[in-house]
């Protein structure tokens, strides 16, 4: 059986309500009733936001970091979804609070896509669809800042290709206010925040100039986060930085540095993540890569900058169309 995000906080309420009443079992009705009263502030666009913070980042305006590691597959119209590497990284930033209430949130992130039987990173990789070896393009975004308030951001204005839909996809986004307002779970002192974003966006990579990198002149891409940390913490107000495990799931078009041009099909991500609270918590081996190969993303970023580029434009500005 099935439950909305308001019946799970409803049968919590009365869990904690009823509890209360067996001292063994509870430490006190004052302290059921707290927790009780509290949980309706996920309900709050003010209270939602801050809970998201402190689950995704910290309030206080510190830095952390977050790390990724999973896998890619190509779904294509004739095959069962196919394995094509692995993938793992990082993010490094903070969020600063703003008298008006919203937080900047500043972000840089790299990543590697991985070879699926030894785990090593790719430099080259033989695509199984058309034998052309590829020149592997890690994921390398200098500049990932953006706005987080009571209010559902305009992601438009994020990037730099307009004239096509991005949003969030959130139960309120067909609301002229706009309130901020995530989906939850919550079962105990688990509790789960989900959010994702879509878009539908013109492509950098013109179809007729870049015939083996461009997917088409649409880019169709969705991204689907999960946050799961302590109740408790997050409610806490003596707590900005609540411990938080995840996950993070990706559709979209085929790389560019995989020379499918405009094959039918696309990309499906899964991964795991972990709020660390910076590079010393990393992976031996991932952090040794990075070090040698990447070092400026060992350093938190420290300028807020706007709009922020896409993996194709970042592509776009360090390659040429392949013949």
């Not at 006190?28 to 709050?44: F, H, N, Q, Y």
């Not at 004739?78 to 209430?101: A, E, N, V, Y």
């Not at 785990?119 to 070896?133: A, D, R, S």
């Not at 290709?161 to 986004?173: A, I």
Request: glycine share 10%; charged share 20%.
């Amino acid at each position: 059986m099935f439950f909305n995000r308001f019946e799970q906080m409803d049968a919590t309420r009365r869990a904690l309500l009823l509890g209360a009443g067996v001292a063994a079992l509870m430490p006190s009705i004052a302290e059921a009733a707290r927790v009780s009263e509290d949980v309706g502030k996920l309900d709050t666009p003010s209270g939602m936001l801050e809970s998201y913070i402190k689950l995704s980042g910290d309030t206080s305006g510190k830095n952390y970091g977050g790390w990724y590691s999973g896998h890619a597959f190509a779904w294509t119209p004739d095959k069962m979804p196919t394995p094509l590497f692995g993938f793992s990284g990082f993010g490094l930033g903070s969020d600063h609070r703003q008298p008006d209430g919203t937080f900047h949130h500043m972000w840089k992130e790299v990543g590697f896509y991985t070879d699926l039987k030894t785990g090593e990173v790719l430099e080259t990789w033989v695509n199984p669809f058309n034998g052309i070896t590829c020149e592997v393009m890690p994921i390398h975004n200098r500049s990932v800042n953006l706005t987080f308030a009571s209010k559902l951001p305009d992601l438009s204005r994020l990037t730099k290709m307009g004239g096509g839909v991005l949003d969030d996809n959130f139960p309120h986004q067909d609301d002229p206010l706009r309130p901020y307002g995530l989906p939850y779970s919550l079962i105990g002192d688990q509790l789960s925040l989900f959010a994702d974003s879509a878009g539908l966006v013109p492509n950098p990579l013109d179809p007729a100039v870049w015939k083996r990198e461009s997917s088409g002149k649409m880019l169709n891409v969705g991204e689907f986060f999960m946050l799961t940390g302590s109740l408790r913490q997050v409610l806490d107000p003596k707590v900005t930085n609540a411990a938080a495990t995840g996950s993070w799931t990706r559709l979209g078009p085929f790389l560019p540095w995989m020379m499918m041009g405009q094959s039918p099909g696309h990309l499906f991500y899964r991964s795991a993540t972990k709020k660390i609270t910076g590079p010393e918590a990393l992976p031996p081996p991932l952090l040794a890569y990075v070090r040698g190969k990447y070092p400026e993303f060992l350093q938190f970023p420290n300028d807020w900058k706007v709009p922020m580029e896409s993996s194709w434009e970042v592509y776009k500005a360090h390659h040429t169309p392949r013949a």
